[in-house]
């Protein structure tokens, strides 16, 4: 098969980080080949300053210049004090390809630019099958329908709600839970292109993190999007106009709001890091059917050492135990737990699998004759089966399933013939929440033969991606989803059934949304699972110094 021949269409050649990550995704696969460089005419400083003061009020610059001013002041102060999102930088300049200069034609209000025939034709005579939009301007005319796949751009903000920008300040202003991102080929309709990829991801604690974040992670889909091209898979998901609002940088009350919403949120947290002994989980049990009482009947389970969390269920010789993950603040990293039940009882075990990494999510199950447990296992990056030897307290590493992946939450089961494996995983490291994928055994789940589901990833969203276990009854699988909050972990979950699971497709339906108010004075809840006796889940609370 030929590569995909891409053309990049830039302000300059120094790029900023997102376009320089997006190039650097670019690079890293063998069927993609940059071949041509198209640089717009560089505008000088002076006619921009004289397009600003013609397109904009005193006032209206002033407000600019404030944001600026906050962007500034938080990627130079704040963020020393936050996580760091690394990006890779590109040199255009040795990329061995054509590069080529043209004159934009940019309209009077200074907004779109279309391309002369002259110029067009020499981008057509390169041949490309796809553009990529690097630069600055909304694009018309023929540029758009020029080469086979047209023209790709990206758009941070989900179409349906924030429409415009800056990119990743209203998400924080509003504090919603998630940022949104849309990759769409433009036609002439603003905002109305094709959508070939979408996905969300936590929204962050004040702007300029939140922006740096959506660009870091959204920038590794480009592949994702380039790869179906190739392969003649393209799937639009979205082709519509939009009529919502157009958000467009704020004005100077929406400036004041912000400054007194999000850093009296920021101070808080560092109090909270001051006074707050920890965040405790917990979790909690009972016998029956996980649909037929209420959450505050259940029984409590605490630790003595940390938390607990992750609690799955396993049955044999008709005595039930609670596998967990078990938090040490003093290791700070977590084992695997074992508890044994009677009708209102956990009897602690004590450790029955620790490494010299973290672990936690203890999914296990029954193959053949053995009892195997698959653990997260992340900072290993390897995805893990561990046989028990002497149930349930001796446990040995039986074998790797996959090599070479971050992941977190997985879990294994039998339907239609297949063994799958739903997990949560980040090529970067930074976020296990946003993508869930599936991978599919032919040879049972004692292999290394896994193979990736066409639809991946199945989810990019931190409403629905993150597994938080697994839950049966008679008839059907319900897996069990994370859902964050605003700047929180583990606020809630959904339980969601498994309609249609097979080698093309992939389809589940909310059955319920769990909140965390079912006890006095908890935070959050995102685990649940069940066997035919108990169903057990976890919650957490908030404990102070004083």
Request: hydrophobic share 35%; net charge positive.
């Amino acid at each position: 098969m030929e590569k995909l021949k891409i053309g990049l269409l830039i302000d300059d050649l120094n790029l900023d980080n997102f376009n320089s990550e997006i190039v650097s995704t670019i690079k890293k696969n063998d069927s993609y080949k940059i071949s041509l460089i198209i640089i717009n005419k560089k505008i000088s400083k002076k006619k921009k300053i004289i397009s600003i003061f013609k397109k904009y009020s005193i006032l209206r610059i002033f407000e600019k210049m404030m944001i600026k001013f906050i962007f500034l002041f938080e990627e130079k102060i704040i963020n020393n004090f936050f996580e760091k999102y690394e990006f890779t930088k590109i040199d255009l300049n040795k990329i061995d390809c054509d590069k080529i200069n043209v004159n934009q034609i940019i309209s009077n209000n200074g907004f779109f630019y279309e391309y002369s025939d002259k110029d067009l034709k020499i981008i057509n005579n390169h041949k490309l099958d796809v553009i990529i939009r690097m630069g600055a301007g909304i694009l018309k005319g023929k540029i758009l329908e020029i080469n086979k796949y047209g023209v790709i751009s990206y758009h941070h903000g989900d179409n349906n709600f924030f429409r415009g920008g800056p990119p990743g300040f209203w998400e924080v202003y509003f504090k919603k839970p998630s940022t949104g991102f849309v990759i769409q080929r433009l036609n002439n309709n603003l905002d109305g292109g094709e959508i070939l990829f979408k996905g969300s991801m936590p929204t962050k604690h004040f702007y300029f993190q939140n922006q740096s974040f959506i660009f870091k992670q959204s920038a590794k889909y480009i592949s994702n999007v380039l790869e179906r091209i190739h392969t003649k898979q393209e799937r639009i998901i979205d082709n519509k106009i939009y009529y919502n609002r157009i958000f467009k940088d704020p004005n100077l009350i929406q400036i004041a709001n912000y400054i007194i919403k999000i850093y009296s949120l920021i101070f808080f947290k560092f109090m909270r890091k001051i006074f707050l002994k920890k965040d405790n989980w917990n979790i909690a049990f009972k016998k029956g059917k996980f649909n037929e009482f209420r959450l505050e009947q259940f029984k409590i389970i605490n630790s003595d050492k940390g938390f607990l969390a992750d609690p799955f269920l396993f049955k044999k010789n008709n005595i039930n135990y609670i596998f967990a993950e078990e938090y040490s603040y003093k290791k700070k990293r977590g084992v695997i737990s074992c508890f044994k039940l009677t009708e209102n009882k956990a009897v602690s075990l004590g450790t029955v699998l620790e490494e010299s990494f973290h672990l936690s999510f203890p999914y296990i199950f029954k193959f053949e004759n053995e009892i195997l447990m698959c653990p997260e296992t992340f900072e290993k990056k390897e995805i893990r089966l561990y046989k028990c030897v002497e149930f349930p307290k001796k446990w040995e590493f039986k074998k790797t399933l996959l090599k070479n992946i971050s992941a977190t939450d997985t879990l294994i089961f039998y339907k239609n013939d297949l063994r799958w494996m739903l997990t949560n995983a980040d090529q970067n490291e930074i976020d296990y929440t946003s993508e869930l994928s599936i991978f599919y055994s032919k040879d049972g789940p004692l292999t290394d033969n896994w193979i990736s589901h066409k639809l991946n990833p199945i989810y990019v969203n931190p409403l629905k991606a993150r597994n938080g276990g697994i839950i049966y009854d008679d008839r059907n699988i319900y897996r069990v989803n994370q859902k964050i909050g605003f700047n929180q972990y583990g606020k809630s979950f959904g339980i969601n059934r498994i309609l249609n699971i097979d080698e093309n497709s992939y389809e589940e339906e909310t059955f319920s949304n769990v909140k965390p108010n079912f006890f006095k004075n908890i935070h959050g809840t995102h685990h649940m699972n069940n066997n035919e006796d108990y169903t057990v889940f976890d919650f957490f609370k908030r404990k102070y110094l004083f």
